[in-house]
T-cell receptor, first 110, second 114 residues
Framework: DAKTTQPPSMDCAEGRAANLPCNHSTISGNEYVYWYRQIHSQGPQYIIHGLKNNETNEMASLIITEDRKSSTLILPHATLRDTAVYYCIVRVAGNNRLAFGKGNQVVVIP | NAGVMQNPRHLVRRRGQEARLRCSPMKGHSHVYWYRQLPEEGLKFMVYLQKENIIDESGMPKERFSAEFPKEGPSILRIQQVVRGDSAAYFC????????????FGDGTRLSIL
């Protein structure tokens, strides 16, 4: 699976949109981009995933660049409960292991 | 709609004892995965199982660790003769099948070795 690069940490203002970047410059055509988050002491929570089209659900939006070498997770209105470590993972469909890196420690500030 | 259920949430064992961790997947999910998270580290894949079959155990330590997912009942991760280095959070995930369907995680079992 392709390696991803995320900033180690970032702060976001409560009530504002939070834009979380991820680089995956070596991604292959059949690899999906997945986002998970882990709030302290809990299991990872699935957020969203996509292949090449932008995706939106009740939690977030996923914007994938046309060349698929990077993506951005958007939390439209960050709340204090969104403070967590966010993981960007690329995975080939059918390869059932998820490779978690160090993630991005996001802190939402009042 | 119940999520992935893991028990116990916390488990304390003395060195040399056995630890059994249980995982019930989400309803309708037939694929189970186990991950381990050491303190201050990310999750590491251990094993992937379907009912009565181990599909990929490439992340499992060669000795003392085993996993099963019987036809009836939860998946079990078993650690024999535990050592201090086995102290970690063990997470189970499940999915309905292969392909691009996401895995959904339980809240883990925190194993502490005295």
């Amino acid at each position: 699976d392709a390696k991803t690069t995320q900033p180690p940490s970032m702060d976001c203002a409560e009530g504002r949109a939070a834009n979380l970047p991820c680089n995956h410059s070596t991604i292959s055509g059949n690899e999906y981009v997945y986002w998970y988050r882990q709030i302290h002491s809990q299991g990872p929570q699935y957020i969203i995933h996509g292949l090449k089209n932008n995706e939106t659900n009740e939690m977030a939006s996923l914007i994938i660049t046309e060349d698929r070498k990077s993506s951005t997770l958007i939390l439209p209105h960050a709340t204090l409960r969104d403070t967590a470590v966010y993981y960007c993972i690329v995975r080939v469909a059918g390869n059932n292991r998820l490779a978690f890196g160090k993630g991005n420690q996001v802190v939402v500030i009042p | 709609n119940a999520g992935v259920m893991q028990n116990p949430r916390h488990l304390v064992r003395r060195r040399g004892q056995e630890a059994r961790l249980r995982c019930s997947p989400m309803k309708g999910h037939s694929h189970v995965y186990w991950y381990r998270q050491l303190p201050e580290e990310g999750l590491k894949f251990m094993v992937y199982l379907q009912k009565e079959n181990i599909i990929d155990e490439s992340g499992m330590p060669k000795e003392r660790f085993s996993a099963e997912f019987p036809k009836e009942g939860p998946s079990i991760l078993r650690i024999q003769q535990v050592v201090r280095g086995d102290s970690a959070a063990y997470f189970c995930a499940s999915s309905p099948g292969e392909g691009n369907q996401p895995q959904h995680f339980g809240d883990g079992t925190r194993l502490s070795i005295l």
